[in-house]
């Protein structure tokens, strides 16, 4: 049986927006957790490689959105949704979630 004390849960995150595509991972303890993580990095400059344009209209289509996540019907653990920011274009988000074991003696080092 997996101890789950040393069990981590990483999301990875893929946007696709006006021609800019992006991959981030998070670690986080829940999917909503980690969609937080991935909107607060919008405010970091140059952040996923889009202009200071892209990301206010992605940040302002974020807040409006209810994050109606849509779960994959053939695979376990992804959802994607899509946002339609000002000005037009559509941002397609895709989010994986993987369940990783980690090494327990490297992880009480690091505690």
Request: aromatic share 8%.
């Amino acid at each position: 049986m997996l101890d789950l004390s040393y069990v981590q849960r990483i999301y990875t995150v893929a946007l696709d927006y006006e021609g800019t595509s992006c991959v981030i991972q998070y670690p986080a303890s829940s999917l909503m957790d980690a969609l937080k993580l991935w909107v607060d990095d919008l405010s970091l400059s140059g952040m996923y490689g889009l202009s200071d344009r892209q990301r206010a209209s992605l940040a302002k289509a974020v807040q409006d959105t209810r994050w109606k996540l849509t779960d994959s019907t053939e695979r376990r653990n992804t959802w994607s949704v899509t946002i339609s920011p000002d000005g037009g274009g559509m941002a397609l988000l895709r989010i994986i979630e993987a369940v990783v074991k980690i090494n327990p003696t490297r992880y009480e080092q690091i505690q």
